[in-house]
T-cell receptor
C-alpha cells in the first residue's frame, strides 16, 4: 500500500544538537511539505517542495533546513538555531489538482532534553 | 495571508447527540478540506469541498460549504465514541497546493 513513512516516531535531542527527521513517500507525489504542530497553535508550515531539487520556506523556516534530492524523500533537519524545537512534526505530500488534499505521515514527536 | 478560525475550540457531547463544527475563512475559499486527527497521529482526510453550496457526506459526517459566508460546517449525526478526536479544516487560498489550517476542534464523545 502507498503512503508516507515518518521516522522515528519519538526523538530526543540535547540542546545544541542538530537532528534529522525522515519522511519517505511511495505515492509518486510531486509536492511534499513539513508542518509543525503545537498545542493550541494548529499546523504551521515550515518548508515545502513542489519538485525535486527545489524547495521554499514556509511561515516558520528559521532554525530548520531541508533537502529534496529524490522525489520520494524530504528530510527535515532541526538545527541548534531553532530555539524551541519541542513539537509534533508532520510530513505530507500531494498530487497535482489537490482533489484529496494532502496525505499525511504519522508524525514525529521531538523533545529537547 | 489566509486565516481559518474554527469554532468551538473544544466540544464534549453525549453519545448519540448531533454536533456541528464551523470553519470560517478570512479570504475567499477555493477549496476547503476537512481532516480528523487522533492524538499523536497524522491527519486523515475526510472530504473536500470546492463549490459554493456543495455538500458531501461520509457515513454520519456531512460537510457543507457556504461560499458567500466564506464558511464551512461539519455536522456529525448520532455521535459515537469513534468520532472523538481533533477535527481540522484546511484551505488552499487559490495556491492549488499549499494549505493553511485552522487550529482544530477537540471533540470528546462520552459513552
Amino acid at each position: 500500500d502507498g503512503g508516507i513513512t515518518q521516522s522515528p516516531k519519538y526523538l530526543f535531542r540535547k540542546e545544541g544538537q542538530n537532528v534529522t527527521l525522515s519522511c519517505e513517500q511511495n505515492l509518486n507525489h510531486d509536492a511534499m511539505y513539513w508542518y509543525r504542530q503545537d498545542p493550541g497553535q494548529g499546523l504551521r508550515l515550515i518548508y515545502y517542495s513542489q519538485i525535486v531539487n527545489d524547495f521554499q520556506k514556509g511561515d516558520i523556516a528559521e532554525g530548520y533546513s531541508v533537502s529534496r534530492e529524490k522525489k520520494e524523500s524530504f528530510p527535515l533537519t532541526v538545527t541548534s538555531a531553532q530555539k524551541n524545537p519541542t513539537a509534533f512534526y508532520l510530513c505530507a505530500s500531494s498530487r497535482p489538482g489537490m482533489d484529496y488534499g494532502y496525505t499525511f505521515g504519522s508524525g514525529t514527536r521531538l523533545t529537547v532534553v | 495571508s489566509q486565516e481559518l478560525e474554527q469554532s468551538p475550540q473544544s466540544l464534549i457531547v453525549q453519545e448519540g447527540k448531533n454536533l456541528t463544527i464551523n470553519c470560517t475563512s478570512s479570504k475567499t475559499l477555493y477549496g476547503l478540506y476537512w481532516y480528523k486527527q487522533k492524538y499523536g497521529e497524522g491527519l486523515i482526510f475526510l472530504m473536500m469541498l470546492q463549490k459554493g453550496g456543495e455538500e458531501k457526506s461520509h457515513e454520519k459526517i456531512t460537510a457543507k460549504l457556504d461560499e458567500k459566508k466564506q464558511q464551512s460546517s461539519l455536522h456529525i449525526t448520532a455521535s459515537q465514541p469513534s468520532h472523538a478526536g481533533i477535527y481540522l479544516c484546511g484551505a488552499s487560498g487559490g495556491s492549488n497546493y499549499k494549505l493553511t489550517f485552522g487550529k482544530g476542534t477537540l471533540l470528546t464523545v462520552n459513552p
